[in-house]
């Protein structure tokens, strides 16, 4: 009995750590909602493996199986996929720009004034007129970006990634898709597929990572 118990506990523990390693290194608070519910489910399938030593434990095997593979797929999908990523995981949101709320995005976002305070506070920010930019991130946790003195920003606008023009960012700085491939064709660049990542910042200073330039 007490060998069994150590058995389906090893088990269990074995499973539970081989798919958050499938899982990737994030932190907690970084997690998606796909990985929330994994979680969630991993646990009462857990407490059912260890509670219940008369039950086979392929009751409990084969849904941790199901659960590996289901991450596992996902996983492979949101590197491949753009959309099948904001679909699942959620897109950042712009909740202040400039020291001004969107009240608009907040309602939509079903994000309250309360919650902005707080993670205001938590990064210690007092007054709206200090924030160049505010980003409640798919996590959940707000990104804010101070004004400088000097009039500079570190908030940078994603324009192109996996290969693909971003037209939310586009919007936000005004400019459209053929400015964007004018600005590709003075630097060589053909076509958006040989870049993994085109940023802009405030002051109009762009970055590009070409499409496995590692290699």
């Given amino acids: ?15 539970i750590l081989i798919i958050f390693r ?8 970084e997690l998606s909602v796909m990985d929330l519910v994994v979680f969630i489910m991993l646990a009462e399938i857990a407490i059912f493996l ?10 409990a095997i084969v849904p941790m199986g ?5 991450q596992w797929v ?8 753009k959309k099948f990523r904001d679909w699942f995981d959620g897109k950042p949101s712009v ?4 020291g001004k709320i969107d009240e608009q995005e907040m309602r939509r976002q079903r994000y309250n004034f309360s919650d902005l305070l707080l ?9 709206l007129e200090d924030i160049d930019f505010a980003v409640l991130e798919p996590s959940g946790k707000l990104s804010v970006f101070k004004k400088k003195e000097d009039g500079s920003s570190d908030y940078a606008v994603v324009l192109i990634e996996d290969g693909q023009v971003q037209y939310a960012g586009l919007k936000q700085i005004d400019k459209t898709k053929d400015w964007l491939m004018n600005e590709m ?9 040989e870049i993994s990542l085109c940023t802009i910042n405030l002051n109009g200073e762009i970055c590009m990572d070409y499409e496995d330039e590692m290699k």
């Fill in 22 to 29: 499938m899982m990737g290194k994030r932190e907690i608070g």
């Fill in 66 to 70: 199901v659960l590996l593979s289901i």
């Fill in 185 to 193: 064709n003075k630097r060589g660049i053909e076509s958006v597929e």
């Fill in 1 to 15: 009995m007490i060998f069994e118990l150590i058995l389906r506990t090893v088990i269990t523990y074995l499973f």
């Fill in 119 to 127: 993670q205001l506070r938590e990064q210690e920010v007092q007054h």
């Fill in 50 to 59: 260890i509670e219940k030593p008369d039950s086979s434990i392929w009751r």
């Fill in 95 to 98: 909740l202040i720009k400039h």
């Fill in 74 to 81: 996902s996983a492979v999908l949101s590197l491949k996929s």
